[in-house]
């Protein structure tokens, strides 16, 4: 394991301390005061970090007032500070806020209506206050009633923090070994795939092979755990219902399939509420979290009843602040504006109206080697050549960093740190999605113009 | 190992679901929908489960507008509902809530007066959602730093429900095995230690024991984890400063003291912010939650700045709820309100009168063996006999159900569970005092009176 580490290490789209006399002396007092309080592990985001103070909408305020367009917040979904959230849970807040070991009914009218919108098996919920929280979950549901501990994972994958979700990431870095009963395999990468192989059965038969492998070293197989968009991957969300066939492996194998669904769920990819409904499949258990409660600290784990039967009964679980009234007025309210502003039909049409823009612009710049998205999630790879394919990570970089200080915030994904992450906000306006493709349009210009 | 579980399995004090026939039709709806919709996962508390729909201060409020005294809930420290932890989060709510990515001073305000609270060479604070984050959070960096993965931790002790964390959880049952890389030690139990026996020096023996049993088995010693109130070991405070010698040890033999502050920090103890400050030692690493945001999820890890230098610079760590303004605004204000309201004071003066109080009682009643507490956190032990000490946990169980008919909220703990865990909040007046000393007066009286 090669050691390469900046003051960024590990994640993507880090400001370098390096970098540090490049700032203001304010911006400067906060930084120093970030790492004397809070320690390194904390790190901003962009080669000039950004200072906000307000938000509203689709848009966040630095101390001058200047707004920023929110291309990459998958939390605030329906908006940055949305009234409708901050009345349900100022009021809840001031009525009661309480454990679930006593009986309250908001959290089992929310649960109703969220069980009907997974249809199929899924039956009970169980909440928690994090995604982490409720990947780690998910990993103990499905090795007990699997008796397994082998997890299959795609070759750079997140799924979260705690001791058990970091074992099972793939982007850790050498620091953070995966766990020995994981194995990997590749993710559907549909512009990188190799002429004449179907990504399709690939990913399928990627899979047999990793359970043989489990086999081998006699490790019991538990489960296969992936985001529907493949967002660290680099985001790959194509062809829809590529996930088919290799479910079906998991399932001939007796392995579970878990939907990570903190990035893709709750109406990010259009239609669908749920990522894994673009595939058509459907999952034993499903993660969710991030936009749960847009920013009120909610995520949980959707099962199908069965699986809880034996674990509720023997495996003593509870999670003090999981599923109180205040976390799940806000989960209530984010369900409520989803439906009454018709955020899903938005985010199909807005995606495509995007995706297509997007397109347009690429045509202009051989650097963009493709564009691809579901929904209002996108991403554009950069490459320094579109035969090669080579990776532009500097170029990547640069457009982000140069989109910044047109007051437009998105990030970086993929192993490579090649491609832009674009993550508009549900509530994204006709406007807002002309600012985002004007400023793609002028930045690309300027650097490659 | 014998499995005998009932609907209530791993939890005291909890409801039987044989007992739903003596429930309402309306507390029935109830409970069947938690089955149905949460799993049996859910469980409620006592024998005749509490609905709640609103609370103020030290009480809240059934359907009817029955008043319950908290003598229980270890969250809510300051109050329920309390006025300005309600105004400071829906402000915050409304102006700005995003992840710590950005820059933004409030988490670094409320750090700096954080961390004075320690003292010492604590320097750094990592944010977490729940107690249970910072637990596995605090693991992975004593594991990282002291390249050990042993940890030590008492016989029936409770530190977190992640995969790390329950796995260092010796009150779990048969299904949920500890860590094979844990070794126990008997938390200092006075009441019940063998005439002749130091408890002190017994402690400070039984780590030394533990940690050759560790090297005899190649396991490298990582460190030693306690909640220095033992609160599910039944609750064990005296003598303040027994873990003075023991941690010594831990220290000797290169480990790190992991102080599990999520029952006795933010002054629950009285004249101390942390309870690990009543034994006049220093730990490497703290862990906080339940208290520090009032029911906002928020939690923590403080720690020395030389443990993150290095794990800061190699381990990708980021929790995106994590010390999010909101949370933040909630942990500021309970802070605040700790301050401004002399409720350590408070508690230190109240925890001496219930206390007194308390032992008073006790005088009348043989089947009392053992009055026990510091601050506002009390024991009350149990037995059939006071010359055997045999543990009564049916009249444990009595009492707290007849306590909850008397509308006073408290639970049981200790691994026969026969001590009552009573834990008022931290805003008490004296009146609520002696409502709780006149219910357990007249309690007792129309049980073995």
Sequence with gaps: MSEKFSPTAGMQNGF?????????DHERSIVERRQSLLGPSYKLMYRHPVELVRAEGAYMYDPAGNAYLDCYNNVPSVG????????????????????????????????????????????????????????????????????????????????????????????????????????????????????????????????EVAIADMQRHGIKFAGFIADSLFSTDGLLPDPAGFLKKAIAVVHKHGGLYIADEVQPGFGRTGL????????????????????????????????????L????????????????????????AVLDIIRDENLQSNCHN???????????????????????????????????????????????????????????LMSTTGKEENSLKIRPLLCFTQKEADQLLESFDQTMKALRG
């Excluded at 301390?17 to 700032?23: C, G």
């Excluded at 090795?143 to 850790?172: C, E, L, P, Q, R």
């Excluded at 050498?174 to 990504?199: E, L, N, S």
């Excluded at 509420?273 to 847009?294: A, F, S, T």
Aim: net charge neutral.
């Design 16 to 24: 370098d301390l390096a970098r540090l006399s490049s700032l203001s």
């Design 80 to 207: 940055h500070c949305h009234p409708r959230v901050v009345e349900a849970v100022s009021k809840q807040l001031a009525t009661l806020n309480t454990h679930t070991r006593y009986m309250n009914d908001k959290i089992l009218n929310y649960t109703e209506q969220l069980v009907e919108t997974f249809g199929g098996g899924i039956g009970n919920v169980m909440y928690t206050c994090t995604g982490s929280e409720a990947v780690d979950l998910a990993l103990r549901i499905a090795k007990f009633n699997t008796g397994g501990t082998g997890i299959i994972v795609t070759d750079y994958a997140y799924h979260g923090i705690t001791s058990a979700a970091a074992a099972i990431s793939t982007t850790m870095g050498p620091y953070v070994p995966v766990d020995q009963h994981v194995r990997t395999v590749k993710a559907p990468y549909q512009y990188r795939a190799q002429a004449g192989v179907d990504i399709v059965q690939q990913l399928a038969d990627d899979i």
């Design 272 to 307: 669908n509420m749920w990522g894994y409904q673009r595939h058509g499949i459907e999952p034993d258990l499903v993660v969710m979290g991030k936009p749960m409660g847009n920013g009120l600290p909610i995520a949980g784990v959707a099962v199908k009843p069965a699986l």
């Design 309 to 332: 039967a034996d674990f509720g009964r023997k495996v003593r679980y509870f999670n003090t602040f999981g599923g109180n009234p205040v976390c799940v007025s806000a989960a209530q």
């Design 350 to 408: 807005l995606g495509l109206y995007l995706l297509d823009g997007l397109k347009t612009i690429a045509k202009d710049y051989p650097q963009i080697g493709d564009v691809r998205g579901a929904g209002l999630y996108f991403a554009v790879e950069f490459v320094t050549d579109p035969e090669s394919k080579a990776p532009d990570k500097a170029l990547t970089l640069d457009v982000v960093s140069a989109m910044r200080e047109r007051r437009v």
